[in-house]
């Protein structure tokens, strides 16, 4: 069964540190999303890595893709109170055109 | 200009009763998506319809119908709602695979429905 992990599943950080989130998939694929989600809101598409390899970053958030190692991460860089909200990884299996998967997604608080 | 839009936002309603929710897209795209979240937050595909032909049925329920009238419509009608059935909906389109611009297969959410089975 396909399977797509994220870790941690609770972050509580504080303002202005570092850290990473890591995303685990079970499958072949070379397509990579990372989402974001506000509490009670929709989601909203932060990043799409496409390719072994693939960096990319929009200002405190950097996405990386190795598909050899099955793991995206999502690293954050001094984070300030305005990233709280919970971020999804989701993959897309190699055998499916339209079948994304998410990730359990990961909660984090920013906190003062 | 909402680019995927779902009415209604909120629905609070008795067990047995049947329910719909309505999607439409303005973005242009061919494929169109219901997904699930749970209580947990956990987000499942139920549906995929791709120019309004169906093409991913996950194990869901047959209480749960899907139509979809034009390649910018994709309806959910729910049957005998049961509690197990409180949840958020999202319907969600996509561009194709392949395309230009490098965002293939990049899905936009509308803002989900949120369904309460009392």
């Known amino acids: 069964e396909l399977k797509v992990e994220q870790n941690p599943l609770f972050l509580s950080m504080q303002e202005g540190k570092n850290y990473t989130i890591y995303c685990n998939y079970s499958?072949?694929?070379?397509?990579l999303y990372w989402y974001r989600q506000d509490p009670g809101k929709s989601l909203e598409s932060l990043f799409v890595?496409?390719?072994?390899?693939a960096v990319k970053q929009e200002g405190r958030l950097m996405a990386s893709l190795d598909t050899k190692a099955r793991l995206s991460t999502l690293h954050i860089t001094a984070a300030v109170h305005d990233l709280s909200a919970t971020y999804f990884c989701?993959?897309?299996?190699?055998?499916?055109?339209?079948?994304?998967?998410f990730g359990t997604g990961t909660r984090l608080q920013v906190f003062p | 200009d909402t680019a995927v839009s779902q009415t209604p936002k909120y629905l609070v309603t008795q067990m047995g009763n049947d329910k719909s929710i309505k999607c439409e897209q303005n973005?242009?795209?061919?494929?169109m998506y219901w997904y699930k979240q749970d209580s947990k937050k956990f987000l499942k595909i139920m549906f995929s319809?791709?120019?309004?032909?169906?093409?991913i049925n996950e194990t869901v329920p047959n209480r749960f119908s899907p139509k979809s009238p034009d390649k910018a419509h994709l309806n959910l009608h729910i049957n005998s709602l049961e509690l197990g059935d409180s949840a958020v909906y999202f319907c969600?389109?996509?561009?194709?695979?392949?395309?230009?611009?490098?965002?293939?297969?990049?899905?936009?959410f509308g803002e989900g429905s949120r369904l309460t089975v009392l």
């Open positions: 969600a389109s996509s561009r194709p695979r392949i395309s230009s611009g490098g965002k293939d297969g990049e899905l936009f």
């Open positions: 499958t072949t694929s070379d397509r």
């Open positions: 890595l496409l390719s072994n390899g």
């Open positions: 989701a993959v897309l299996p190699r055998e499916w055109t339209d079948k994304l998967i």
């Open positions: 973005l242009g795209h061919d494929t």
């Open positions: 319809y791709n120019n309004k032909e169906l093409i």
